[in-house]
């Protein structure tokens, strides 16, 4: 017959499997925060010309779990990295920011929708990467078209029909585009930009080589009683 457990002894087992659990989690919390880190996507941006609310990854909205990850990552290498990223993130906002007033003050007759598109171009082309895009005109304007990755084109207006009297709007938006994209705003926003690409590979590969030598098994205060078992 097999010994009786101790009262002693089965709680320990339940904080052993307990604290089991919660590295298993841990672990799957860093992998998933790994993948959310990356520049803020110029494209599709909440928040990335300055205009609406800051950018900030799912990972970090919830302040435990923030907690959770700078309790159980201890290098202060990757904090650092992070910690410059995160300013990082802030002068692309600001430097957006200006950008959008510069491309307004160029053409101030034009739509939103008119200089903001262009910018998106004129970054891609200042940056090296040129954006595909198409314009097309019917009975209501002009309207653009611009390929973006796994996303199907959708046709924005541009300019109306009203605006497009006595004006070439397809010559006007070509020039613009090549007006931003040689501007020294556009200029600090690539090289911000880049450098913003360089801090969140560093990171990744720091976090990478922390999960590979199970560095991440250090307590934090959600865990730290489960540890004195």
């Known amino acids: 017959m097999a010994p009786k457990r101790q009262p002693g002894e089965l ?5 052993k499997d307990r604290l089991r659990q919660h590295l298993t989690y841990v672990e799957t919390h860093i992998r998933s925060w790994l993948g959310q880190l990356a520049p803020p996507d110029p494209f599709s941006p909440p928040g990335y010309w300055g205009l609406n609310a800051p950018y900030t990854l799912p990972s970090e909205e919830d302040l435990n779990m923030l907690h959770l990850l700078r309790g159980h990552i201890a290098s202060r290498r990757l904090w650092h990295h992070h910690a410059e990223w995160g300013l990082s993130i802030r002068r692309i906002a600001e430097t957006g920011q200006a950008l959008s007033v510069r491309a307004a003050e160029l053409r101030p007759s034009a739509s939103d929708a008119f200089w ?17 895009y198409r314009l097309t005109i019917d009975y209501r304007g002009v309207h653009v078209e611009i ?5 199907l084109p959708v046709p924005v207006t541009i300019a109306s029909s009203a605006d497009i009297q006595g004006r070439n709007v397809e010559d006007d938006f070509h020039l613009l585009i090549g007006e931003l994209a040689g501007l020294e705003l556009m200029a600090a926003l ?3 930009w880049r450098n913003n690409v360089t801090l969140v590979t560093k990171m990744q590969e720091l976090g990478q080589k922390i999960l590979m030598a199970n560095e991440f098994l250090n307590p934090c ?5 489960l540890w004195k078992i």
């Open 147 to 151: 390929v973006r990755p796994n996303t």
């Open 221 to 225: 205060r959600f865990c730290r009683r």
């Open 116 to 132: 903001r598109s262009a910018i998106e171009i004129a970054f891609g082309r200042a940056s090296g990467h040129q954006v595909p």
């Open 11 to 15: 709680a320990r087992e339940i904080l």
């Open 190 to 192: 690539v090289a911000e």
